[in-house]
Every structure is written in structure tokens, then in C-alpha cells.
């Protein structure tokens, strides 16, 4: 099998630049790259003629501007560092450089087959706008598709290569993708270049595979996240409001909610936040119209003693609040206009066409409203905020299709619309502390990496397969789509883990939660849950805070059935298999073990079903209409072996700490991990080499039931057996 990432180099070679992917059945000649660079006044410079510089890159010239591209080998890929330089004798002012790689159609043609494209969301939680939707999509002759952040092309099963900006400190990165070419935008917002200076624009990354290029995602990810020194930690597990009750909460209903969490065995010791999401502040009363952030009517004593309350119980609180957003009636409007983010004209800039404004962070007297704000809610308790709407400061709203980049926006203290949105971010940071829990909503993507701690990557989930909002099928499609963000540049939060409107479409939604590996922020009424409900619900918290890969993602577009999660406690190791039916009729789901690289014979545990069988070929797991199969997948060996269990859906990832055979004495241990969640039962394989000693446990079918406590070690003990090895065991 040929590598995952392959090495990239780029060199000029005949006033060209040249894609080499160094594998066999894998090269590119040429991969032309041009630039293109517009001003404000509407004159436009295209340069594809390259000069060699002294490093390794190449620099392009026009009348009055310069182009020089530099790279380096970066984590298999290349860092491709951009700059502009003014050789006129007068100011101009820029709108967009756009860099276009080109030549990919060759790999179509010879594998006769029609490639994807990755299609990143600006803002990943607008449920209305396709601006806000993030998926894999084929990609057919004169077709165009926009990417944000970052782009990737591959054929359904490769080869593939993803170009992105690797460090957006500035400037917001635009991919278009077409079958032949990547074109990475920087929108300049009118930047002023003075004669003789030099401008440096965020690099880019550039790599390439020779299968659909997952792992090269991946790798994107992480250079993304070493560049801007990423937040990332144990994802929150906990209980918020607004998934299930929406902005019809109060005093009384909170307290109930986290009394109820105490009062459940199932889920006290797996909820470790409690949110109280949009409902309790003024903005709900009146006309929406108050900018002050004070609790409403409906939180007579204030958020305080609720904070207060939550805290006693060991749980931190959390609270929703949208800090940049103000509406057109508030105070601010009127007292201070200068703290708004201002267009062309000298206004004050409309958000998505409503009459809310802005609030410009950059401006001394907002940062300072915005600290107090921040610093009033830890003074409350709160360590938890979940900040919404943070769109409105970097737009293009995607819910204002006139609204664009070549809209200027003008801010007390920066240049660009990325400039002013992590200078806001960072007053908040500053506010909160470095110890506070930061999760961003509604926001663009790669702009916060380094100051939010939790990213939302889809749009609010609906309790249908498809809904009001999103409904969980849109929901699904983003968080398969935005995997390879989970533990590289920040923790994904993939939106409530809901009850939906049947059992099998709670399990669906259930495990692409478990499997995204981000924050599980369960939202129901903690009073009247079924008992199906609790236990399904708890069995998948906490989060394990590592992502499955969604092995067919460029090949069954945009809804992967397969994916993949390798998990290692101690010496043990086995492999989490999801399986989803999107469909509307229940499917038998067959996949080929070489096809998940699982080398046979193999325990397959079928997890919600509680059934075992050994395969060496082939798996065969029946799935309900929309719904899902969660499988764990370990190696068959001589010895007793764990298989499964029914108190975590990782299987051993949080009940232990390890597992152990001691073959001189028989005797298999399971250690309890601290985190271990709940009680409950672990089956055992007994191979023919060995046969059960202890009384205390009974063997079926050659499996051990052992039942466990929350803290207790076991130690069952097994006995060398006479007979023969059965076929489906190996050599002992």
C-alpha cells in the first residue's frame, strides 16, 4: 500500500512551476501556477512567468508589483510563504491575489473517473445558507466550488492533494476548485501598498496523496493548529438548554434540570457542565432591544446564585451570550456610535441586512464595554461561554447574499475583518482567563484557532432526520465533513446530543457524536427521560476526544458509512467501527476486513446489539433504516481476551485502566480506570487453549460475563484446557 502523504516538492524549471509527487503513477508535469492580483480601481495583473530566487521559489513581475513565492518542506507537505512588493512609485490599493495551481485534469483522464472536492463552510452554523454547509461533492466538467480555509480535490478513492492557508493571522483564504485547478483567494479589502513596501500574506499549505486524501486533511489540520498554537483539552461533557427547551427556560427549570442530574446513577458522573443557553437575558424582552446583558424577569435573583448552586454539585456553568451582535435599539447605538464596525460611507454597517450592528473590538472604549461584560460573568460564576453569532464581525453574513468582500469594512485599530475578529477574541480571552472554556458559534472556521477552545462545525440539529433547522442528516454530513479539526486546532462541537424522534434515529445521532470525538452537550428534560433514552444517552459520555475517520467520505460523498477510530489502552488494542444507513430501508451491511486494513481472524462485537462473532474475511452487520452499527473489532489471539462491554461506547477506552493475562498464572485483570463512568458488565472470550477456573463466573458459548462495579478490580482466573484449538483461533 503506498504511503498515506506523500513527499511534495516545488521548483521552477522552465518558467513554470512544477508539482513533483515523488511515488510511482503519481506525478505532475506541469503544475503551472499563476497569479493574479486585482486593485480597488478594477485594474487586474496576471503573472505566470517565474524567475528563480536565490531559496527555493520563484518571483513574477509586473509593471508596478512583484509576486514571490517561497517553500519548505513542512510535515510532508510544503509551507508556501507569499509576498507582494510595490516596485512603482505610488500607492495601490489591493483587492485580491489569487494563486492558482493547475494542471490536475491529467489525473482524471487516466483513471477515467470523476474527482471530488471538499467544500469547507465559511461559518459552520447557519442552517439556512449554503455558505454554512460543509461537504464532499463530485465534481463535474465546468463546475466551480467554493471552499473556504481550506480545499482538497481527489479522486473517489485518490490520488488527492489539499491546499489551505496554514496560518490566517490577516487575511481570510478562499479555495476554488475546479476538475483542473486550485485558485487559494486572498480577499485584500482594499489594502494600501505603499511604493517600495512589501506585504506578506498568510502562507499556504500544500499537500498531496496517493489515496483520497484523508490523512493529508489530517496533516493540514495539525500544521494549522502548531502554527497558531492551538487550545485543545478534555472535550466537555455535560447538559444545556437550548436543544430541547430553546429560549423557554427560567430560575426554576435550571435548578430542576441539574437536581435531576444529581438524582440520576447513569448521568452525575458523566455531566460536568451545565449550560444555560439563549432565554435569560433582556434580549428576549421588549423589542429586543437592550445591549446590557441582564438577566430578564424570568432569573428574578440573577444568574449568581444559579452559578452558585451549579458549582456545589462539582460541575461548572456555563452561559450563551453573543458579544459582538447589538441591536439597533440598543444604548450603545446612541451613545456610542464610534464603537461600531463602519462601511464606506462612514455608517455604521448593517449585519445581514437586519437592523443590528456590530460592535468594533478594535476600538479602546468597545474592548473596554466587552472586558467588563466578560469579566461580569466570571464575577457570576461562569467559566463556561459559549459565544454566538461571532459571524457578525467577520462577514460576509451568510444570510445577506449582498454582503461580500468587496464591501469594505472600517475598524478603529485594524486593517482586515480577520485582524479585527482575533483582536476581539483576544479581549475576550483576556477577560475570561486562560482557564475559562471558550466555545465558538456561528463563527468562521480557522479564525479563531489559538483563542477558542470548542468550535461548532455544523448547523443547529433538528429532531428529524431532516428538520425546521438542519434536521440530523444536514447536521451528520458536517461533522463527517469537519473531522480532522477534532484535537488538532481546537475540540469539535458537533451541536446537542438529542433524543430524536425515534429510537433509531437517537442511536444514528448517538454514535456520529461518540465518533466525532468533540463535546457531548446532551439537552432534554432530565425529568421525564425514558429509560431506553438515559442509558443510550449516557452510554456514549463522556467523549474520548479522538475523531473517527470517515474512511469513505470522497468515495460515498457526502454520507460516509464507514468510520474508523484505532484505540490503545495499555498493551491491548483494538478498533471502533461505525457503521451509518442513511438510507430509508434497513441495509446488511457487508464490508471486507482488508477493506478497514484489519488483518484476520478477528472478535467482532456488535455493540448496541450486545452480539459477538469471529470473522476472518468478512464482516456482516444487519443496520434499521437511518440508523446505525457500532462494531468493536479485536484481534483473535491464544489467550482470554475482552470483546465488549455496556458501559461506554469506546469499549475500554474509559472503564480501565488496563487489561492484562498473566499466562503463568491464568489470571486476567481488569483495572479500573478513575473515569470509569458506571457499573455494569465486560464479556470475556475463552479460547480452546483455555478453559474457565473461577466459580463465581459462568461461560456461554465461550464467553465470560463478568459484572463489574464502579471502582472494583477483577480477577478471573483461568485453567490450561486439553483440548484441541478450534480452526478459528490461532497457533498457540
Given amino acids: 500500500m503506498p504511503p498515506a502523504l506523500l513527499p511534495v516538492a516545488l521548483r521552477v524549471e522552465s518558467g513554470t512551476l512544477r508539482l513533483h509527487c515523488n511515488t510511482v503513477g503519481l506525478g505532475l508535469e506541469p503544475c503551472v501556477v499563476r497569479a493574479a492580483i486585482e486593485q480597488v480601481d478594477g485594474r487586474r495583473d496576471e503573472l505566470n512567468r517565474w524567475q528563480p530566487t536565490d531559496g527555493d521559489g520563484g518571483v513574477a513581475r509586473a509593471d508596478h508589483i512583484a509576486v514571490s513565492l517561497d517553500w519548505t518542506r513542512c510535515e510532508d507537505g510544503v509551507r508556501i510563504a507569499i509576498a507582494l512588493t510595490n516596485t512603482g512609485s505610488q500607492t495601490i490599493f489591493l483587492q485580491q491575489l489569487a494563486i492558482e495551481f493547475t494542471g490536475f485534469e491529467a489525473w482524471w483522464a487516466a483513471r477515467d473517473v470523476v474527482p471530488r472536492a471538499l467544500r469547507m463552510a465559511y461559518c459552520g452554523a447557519h442552517s439556512r445558507s449554503q455558505t454554512s454547509r460543509s461537504y464532499v461533492t463530485s465534481l463535474h466538467a465546468g463546475e466551480s466550488l467554493e471552499s473556504w480555509w481550506v480545499g482538497a480535490l481527489s479522486g473517489p478513492t485518490g490520488p488527492g492533494v489539499v491546499v489551505g492557508g496554514m496560518q490566517p493571522e490577516r487575511f481570510v483564504t478562499r479555495i476554488r476548485t475546479t476538475r483542473d485547478a486550485f485558485t487559494a483567494e486572498f480577499p485584500l479589502e482594499g489594502w494600501a501598498l505603499a511604493a517600495g513596501t512589501r506585504l506578506q500574506v498568510d502562507p499556504l499549505w500544500l499537500g498531496a496523496t496517493a489515496l483520497a486524501p484523508l490523512a493529508a486533511l489530517e496533516q493540514f489540520a495539525s500544521v494549522l493548529g502548531t502554527a497558531m498554537h492551538a487550545r485543545v483539552d478534555t472535550p466537555p461533557s455535560g447538559w444545556g438548554s437550548w436543544g430541547h427547551w430553546l429560549e423557554r427556560i427560567d430560575a426554576g427549570l435550571m435548578r430542576e434540570m441539574v437536581h435531576a442530574i444529581d438524582g440520576s446513577p447513569a448521568l452525575r458522573r458523566v455531566i460536568d457542565v451545565v449550560q444555560i443557553d439563549d432565554g435569560w437575558s433582556e434580549l428576549l424582552d421588549s423589542q429586543r432591544v437592550s445591549a446590557s446583558w441582564r438577566p430578564n424577569t424570568r432569573f428574578p435573583t440573577g444568574l449568581a446564585p444559579l452559578a452558585a448552586e451549579v458549582s456545589r454539585t462539582g460541575r461548572r456553568c456555563g452561559l450563551w451570550v453573543m458579544p459582538?451582535?447589538?441591536?439597533?435599539?440598543?444604548?450603545?447605538?446612541?451613545?456610542?456610535?464610534?464603537?461600531?464596525?463602519?462601511?464606506?460611507?462612514?455608517?455604521?454597517?448593517?449585519?445581514?441586512?437586519?437592523?443590528?450592528?456590530?460592535?468594533?473590538?478594535?476600538?479602546?472604549?468597545?474592548?473596554?464595554?466587552?472586558?467588563?461584560?466578560?469579566?461580569?460573568?466570571?464575577?457570576?460564576?461562569?467559566?463556561?461561554?459559549?459565544?454566538?453569532?461571532?459571524?457578525?464581525?467577520?462577514?460576509?453574513?451568510?444570510?445577506?447574499?449582498?454582503?461580500?468582500?468587496?464591501?469594505?469594512?472600517?475598524?478603529?485599530?485594524?486593517?482586515?475583518?480577520?485582524?479585527?475578529?482575533?483582536?476581539?477574541?483576544?479581549?475576550?480571552?483576556?477577560?475570561?482567563?486562560?482557564?475559562?472554556?471558550?466555545?465558538?458559534?456561528?463563527?468562521?472556521?480557522?479564525?479563531?484557532?489559538?483563542?477558542?477552545?470548542?468550535?461548532?462545525?455544523?448547523?443547529?440539529?433538528?429532531?428529524?432526520?431532516?428538520?425546521?433547522?438542519?434536521?440530523?442528516?444536514?447536521?451528520?454530513?458536517?461533522?463527517?465533513?469537519?473531522?480532522?479539526?477534532?484535537?488538532?486546532?481546537?475540540?469539535?462541537?458537533?451541536?446537542?446530543?438529542?433524543?430524536?424522534?425515534?429510537?433509531?434515529?437517537?442511536?444514528?445521532?448517538?454514535?456520529?457524536?461518540?465518533?466525532?470525538?468533540?463535546?457531548?452537550?446532551?439537552?432534554?428534560?432530565?425529568?421525564?427521560?425514558?429509560?431506553?433514552?438515559?442509558?443510550?444517552?449516557?452510554?456514549?459520555?463522556?467523549?474520548?476526544?479522538?475523531?473517527?475517520?470517515?474512511?469513505?467520505?470522497?468515495?460515498?460523498?457526502?454520507?460516509?458509512?464507514?468510520?474508523?477510530?484505532?484505540?490503545?489502552?495499555?498493551?491491548?488494542?483494538?478498533?471502533?467501527?461505525?457503521?451509518?444507513?442513511?438510507?430509508?430501508?434497513?441495509?446488511?451491511?457487508?464490508?471486507?476486513?482488508?477493506?478497514?486494513?484489519?488483518?484476520?481472524?478477528?472478535?467482532?462485537?456488535?455493540?448496541?446489539?450486545?452480539?459477538?462473532?469471529?470473522?476472518?474475511?468478512?464482516?456482516?452487520?444487519?443496520?434499521?433504516?437511518?440508523?446505525?452499527?457500532?462494531?468493536?473489532?479485536?484481534?483473535?489471539?491464544?489467550?482470554?481476551?475482552?470483546?465488549?462491554?455496556?458501559?461506554?461506547?469506546?469499549?475500554?477506552?474509559?472503564?480501565?485502566?488496563?487489561?492484562?493475562?498473566?499466562?503463568?498464572?491464568?489470571?486476567?485483570?481488569?483495572?479500573?480506570?478513575?473515569?470509569?463512568?458506571?457499573?455494569?458488565?465486560?464479556?470475556?472470550?475463552?479460547?480452546?487453549?483455555?478453559?474457565?477456573?473461577?466459580?463465581?463466573?459462568?461461560?456461554?458459548?465461550?464467553?465470560?460475563?463478568?459484572?463489574?462495579?464502579?471502582?472494583?478490580?477483577?480477577?478471573?482466573?483461568?485453567?490450561?484446557?486439553?483440548?484441541?484449538?478450534?480452526?478459528?483461533?490461532?497457533?498457540?
Fill in 324 to 732: 459582538f451582535a447589538v441591536n439597533a435599539g440598543s444604548s450603545i447605538v446612541a451613545a456610542h456610535p464610534e464603537w461600531l464596525v463602519r462601511n464606506d460611507a462612514g455608517e455604521p454597517h448593517r449585519v445581514g441586512g437586519t437592523d443590528s450592528y456590530c460592535l468594533d473590538p478594535t476600538h479602546p472604549g468597545a474592548a473596554s464595554w466587552l472586558t467588563e461584560l466578560l469579566r461580569g460573568f466570571r464575577d457570576w460564576g461562569i467559566d463556561y461561554v459559549k459565544l454566538d453569532f461571532l459571524r457578525t464581525l467577520l462577514a460576509p453574513d451568510p444570510a445577506d447574499t449582498a454582503d461580500s468582500f468587496t464591501e469594505r469594512r472600517h475598524y478603529h485599530g485594524a486593517r482586515t475583518r480577520l485582524e479585527a475578529y482575533r483582536a476581539g477574541l483576544r479581549v475576550i480571552r483576556a477577560a475570561v482567563g486562560d482557564e475559562a472554556t471558550i466555545v465558538a458559534c456561528s463563527a468562521p472556521a480557522a479564525a479563531g484557532v489559538g483563542l477558542v477552545d470548542c468550535h461548532r462545525v455544523g448547523p443547529d440539529i433538528d429532531k428529524r432526520w431532516t428538520g425546521r433547522l438542519a434536521g440530523v442528516r444536514d447536521a451528520a454530513r458536517a461533522v463527517a465533513t469537519n473531522w480532522f479539526w477534532q484535537g488538532r486546532t481546537w475540540v469539535n462541537d458537533p451541536d446537542y446530543l438529542l433524543i430524536c424522534e425515534s429510537e433509531p434515529l437517537t442511536r444514528f445521532w448517538a454514535t456520529v457524536v461518540a465518533l466525532s470525538g468533540g463535546s457531548m452537550i446532551l439537552s432534554a428534560d432530565l425529568s421525564t427521560l425514558e429509560p431506553w433514552a438515559e442509558t443510550m444517552l449516557a452510554f456514549v459520555m463522556p467523549p474520548v476526544g479522538i475523531a473517527a475517520r470517515p474512511l469513505d467520505l470522497f468515495e460515498h460523498a457526502p454520507e460516509p458509512r464507514r468510520w474508523l477510530l484505532p484505540l490503545q489502552r495499555g498493551k491491548q488494542s483494538w478498533t471502533m467501527l461505525g457503521l451509518l444507513n442513511w438510507g430509508e430501508r434497513p441495509v446488511t451491511e457487508r464490508i471486507a476486513a482488508a477493506d478497514i486494513d484489519v488483518a484476520g481472524p478477528v472478535h467482532i462485537w456488535d455493540v448496541w446489539r450486545q452480539r459477538h462473532q469471529i470473522s476472518e474475511t468478512l464482516i456482516t452487520v444487519p443496520i434499521e433504516a437511518q440508523s446505525a452499527a457500532l462494531l468493536r473489532i479485536t484481534p483473535v489471539t491464544c489467550e482470554p481476551t475482552l470483546v465488549g462491554t455496556d458501559m461506554h461506547w469506546a469499549q475500554g477506552w474509559y472503564e480501565f485502566e488496563s487489561v492484562s493475562f498473566d499466562a503463568l498464572t491464568g489470571a486476567l485483570c481488569l483495572m479500573p480506570a478513575v473515569t470509569m463512568p458506571r457499573s455494569g458488565r465486560a464479556w470475556i472470550w475463552v479460547p480452546d487453549a483455555w478453559m474457565l477456573a473461577d466459580g463465581s463466573v459462568t461461560c456461554e458459548h465461550k464467553l465470560v460475563v463478568v459484572n463489574l462495579g464502579a471502582s472494583d478490580v477483577a480477577v478471573i482466573h483461568f485453567t490450561r484446557s486439553p483440548h484441541s484449538q478450534i480452526s478459528e483461533e490461532p497457533a498457540c
